[in-house]
């Protein structure tokens, strides 16, 4: 009886756990499965046509189009229902899959339908996104919305080792355009789950957000940037964000693999066990993270973090540096496991955090905006630092990219890291 009167007596608190289930189960079908399907279609792409320009362009696809609509989503998001945003791009995205099954059938599945299709489930996607991350204070308390960005984490992370895995039996065994159907059900699964999840829960000003319906997208952004100017700590954690892309991207994203298959020569299964030790150790940090940010001053955790960052990235140099005493091959992959493993576990210790903080301190009007703002420029220096690695990759041997760039990224952070102050219980 006392047990059925607290319940009755916390009923927000009942719709607040039913929305963080909710969310971890929609996100779980709609991420998996569209992880899955992209990996599974590269490679029908890279079968049909024998391209490497082709199945290029299928991956650009899945990322350019993130790249520059991002700050026009983030606009939608404030202005708009964000519910009804992540509703109808899941129904979009489930409908779009069905049509491209239809035409298929009919057609064949064309090249051209893969890519007009890859195109739009980008800008669906997106805009699902941004909303879903503008939306999670509204879902959850702030005690909750630590746990929550840490389930979403998690999602991301087990949707990274499943994508290439299950995409390839996928691929393997079944007609291809049997699972793009089945992904077209499972993204009106989403839709469905998300239908039932309260957005407004913990949401404030909700008369004046009904009232703004006028949308101009430059001045909108324009505001957005604005705002962004005069918070002085976003700034800051916004430039450790673009300057740990920027980093990644350079001395790990490109070199890796280059080290791990050409220089070391490992085969593609050992790649592929060096790979998922990244997940794997995000899953961990964010199984963590929220007892250790608790307990501990994360602004000074920050600073270290970064420190600790730039280590992982001149150890990823080290066996290719000591090549020549012929280490053992299961030596490598255990030495790059473990290293890939700390680099999850760092990366889930910075970026749940930080979102929780933005997520926090944005106010509604503005996070849609902001976060995509962000989000867009980290991006953005990803792709220049691949671009930069891989010329000169070309002309100076591999190893010098991680520790090189793990040397200039603990001087940048011995300068500026210090600088940091902000509070996540504020």
């Known amino acids: 009886m006392q047990a059925v009167a607290m319940n009755a007596s916390n009923p927000k608190e009942q719709i607040e756990k039913r929305n963080l289930y909710l969310f971890s189960a929609g996100k779980t079908i709609s991420i998996v499965g569209t992880s899955i399907y992209n990996f599974a279609l590269s490679l029908y792409v890279l079968k049909i046509t024998g391209s490497a320009l082709s199945f290029a362009i299928t991956l650009m696809l899945g990322v350019i189009p993130m790249i520059l609509i991002n700050p026009f989503a983030g606009v939608i998001a404030d202005k708009f229902n964000k519910k009804r945003l992540v509703l109808s791009m899941d129904a979009l995205n489930g409908l779009l899959l069905a049509l491209v099954y239809g035409l298929s059938m009919i057609y064949e599945l064309h090249l051209y339908f893969i890519y007009a299709a890859t195109f739009c489930l980008t800008v669906f996607t997106t805009f699902y996104g941004v909303g879903l991350e503008a939306a999670k204070p509204n879902m959850v308390s702030g005690d909750r919305l630590m746990n929550i960005n840490s389930a979403s984490r998690i999602i991301d992370s087990i949707a990274t080792i499943a994508g290439p895995m299950l995409g390839g039996i996928v691929f393997a065994i079944f007609d291809i355009r049997l699972f793009i159907l089945f992904n077209s059900v499972s993204f009106i699964l989403s839709a469905i789950s998300a239908g039932f999840i309260d957005f407004s829960l913990y949401q404030e000003n909700m008369d004046l957000k009904k009232e703004r319906v006028k949308v ?64 794997l150790g995000m899953i961990a940090g964010a199984l963590a993270v929220k007892r250790i940010t608790e307990t501990l001053n994360y602004s000074v955790l920050l600073y270290r973090l970064c420190i600790f960052l730039a280590g992982a990235m001149v150890l990823i140099g080290i066996p290719v540096l000591i090549k020549d005493y012929y280490l053992n091959h299961q030596v490598i992959v255990g030495y790059f496991c473990l290293v890939m493993f700390i680099f999850g576990v760092i990366i889930a210790f910075i970026d749940i955090p930080i979102a929780y903080y933005m997520q926090k301190m944005i106010p509604d009007e503005y996070r849609g905006r902001v976060l995509s703002i962000g989000i867009s420029i980290g991006k953005t220096m990803l792709p220049l630092a691949m671009l930069t690695a891989g010329m000169l990759l070309s002309h100076i041997p591999s190893y010098v990219m991680p520790i090189a760039g793990g040397a200039l990224f603990f001087l940048l952070n011995i300068r500026t890291g210090k600088k940091l102050e902000f509070d996540l219980n504020k």
Request: proline share 6%.
């Open 216 to 279: 101009q997208f430059f001045a909108d952004i324009k505001d957005g940037f604005i705002y962004l100017k005069n918070q002085k700590n976003m700034i800051q954690l916004f430039k450790v964000l673009i300057s740990i892309n920027f980093f990644l991207g350079f001395a790990l994203t490109v070199p890796l693999p280059y080290m791990v298959n050409t220089v070391l020569s490992l085969s593609p299964k050992q790649f592929g066990i060096i790979e998922a030790a990244f997940p």
